[in-house]
């Protein structure tokens, strides 16, 4: 991981702008941290009607899927479109856009792609659930995020005395239930199947089936904030553009970072206008805030 000063990817715009060049754009992007700003409790965190728009308008001149370690159902009923391809559970379920954008002659996103890993571990990640529910039941402020190939275990809400019954109970439930591997993320510990499949495997295999299925060779541009986002820079490098998003310099396998949610907006107008320069851009009237502390 590198701690080397990163370039900001607004201002080396021009330079990914010489690394697109001609080439078709593939557009990775994580959902928390990167599209919405961080949230107290993850039902808070909604997509902003002008980043929403901005990936409708992508979605008509690349191919755009969102990557997150959420539930695929849940992210793709916040971001609430369906010319978009989603992978959830840390890259563990895959789903190609439903439909082509309209009047953008093209097909629809990694089209056709369906992919679930981890599906054995079902009995064994429902029963790691209850185990988490009843142990963390009465902690206040723990929460319990249930994803079909994994489970989340947040503490953001939780006090700090709190935190090592947190770690007490985590540490139970991976011995008691071996085959599972666990990723800390923001104020959450992902416990996920110990399997060889994360993030960076997720792109690897949309770029290997979805756009070259076509013939095509697309530069990946890949943004995101956490822990998860890592596998994907590193896999993706050093062809694709990684970038993470962060308030303050801290270790990143990413090439370029971009401050907060509201930079991410910018650099998503600035590649619409490269990707399209003579379509108008979408309003410019409502800009998330950035990200809270993380
Ligand atoms: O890969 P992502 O899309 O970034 O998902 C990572 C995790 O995001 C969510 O949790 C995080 O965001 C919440 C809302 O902003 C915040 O309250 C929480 O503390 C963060 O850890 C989501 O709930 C998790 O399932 C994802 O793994």
């Not at 009607?49 to 997150?68: F, I, K, N, T, Y």
């Not at 792109?203 to 979805?210: E, F, N, Q, S």
Request: glycine content about 8%; some cysteine.
């Amino acid at each position: 991981m590198s701690m080397n000063p990163r370039k900001s990817a607004v201002q080396a715009i021009d330079e990914i702008f010489e690394r697109i060049g001609s080439r078709e754009v593939a557009l990775f992007v994580d959902y928390d941290g990167t599209l919405t700003p961080i949230a107290p409790k993850p039902h808070l965190a909604e997509l902003g009607d002008a980043m929403r728009q901005r990936l409708r308008a992508l979605a008509g001149v690349c191919d755009v899927a969102v990557v997150s370690g959420r539930a695929l159902a849940d992210v793709r009923a916040r971001v609430g479109l369906d010319t978009v391809a989603y992978a959830g559970s840390h890259g563990l379920e895959i789903t190609g856009a439903s439909r082509a954008p309209s009047g953008a002659h093209r097909p629809a996103a990694f089209e056709g792609l369906s992919l679930e890993k981890g599906r054995d571990f079902m009995p064994t990640i429902a029963r790691v659930e209850s185990e988490l529910r009843l142990r963390t039941g009465r902690i206040e402020g723990a929460l319990v995020e249930r994803k079909p190939f994994g489970v989340g275990l947040h503490f953001r809400q939780v006090a700090d005395q709190d935190l090592p019954t947190i770690s007490k109970h985590l540490d139970w439930v991976l011995r008691e239930f071996p085959g599972f591997r666990v990723t800390a993320g923001k104020k959450i510990y992902d416990i996920r199947p110990d399997i060889d499949w994360d993030k960076g495997s997720a792109v690897r295999w949309i770029l290997t089936y979805g756009p070259n299925s076509r013939g095509q060779d697309p530069l990946a541009i890949y943004i995101g904030d956490d822990t998860t986002d890592e596998d994907a820079f590193r896999a993706l490098r050093p062809d694709g553009v990684t970038i993470v998003v962060q308030a303050t310099p801290s270790p990143s396998a990413a090439e370029y970072c971009l401050r907060d949610t509201g930079q991410v907006q910018d650099f998503l107008d600035a590649l619409f206008v490269k990707l399209s320069p003579s379509v108008p851009l979408p309003d410019h009237s409502s800009r998330p805030s950035p990200s809270a502390s993380l």
